[in-house]
């Protein structure tokens, strides 16, 4: 199963709860299995994984695909097809 990782703030500000509705929605709409998650980025293992990053930020299968930035689901549709 795919992982994605929407990484942002405690609580979660307004772009990190619309990039994680966006993701969820892309997963939705491919019809995909995909476990969508939300961190925190200032955890240990965040900052461990990937370092420091501009909030919120978009995580495909481990590898940060976005930083500070919310991308549409259309977007994030094109990133899950490759």
Known sequence: ???IEVIGLEP??????ELLENARNAVAKLGIEAEVVKKWT???????????LLSP????????????K????E????????
């Open 42 to 52: 200032l955890s240990d293992e965040m900052r461990e994984k990937y370092g420091l």
């Open 70 to 73: 919310v991308y549409k689901t």
């Open 1 to 3: 199963m795919m992982k």
């Open 12 to 17: 979660p500000c307004k772009k990190c709860t």
């Open 75 to 82: 977007r994030i549709i094109g990133l899950l097809q490759g």
């Open 57 to 68: 930020a978009l995580a495909i299968e481990g590898i940060v695909v976005a930083q500070g």
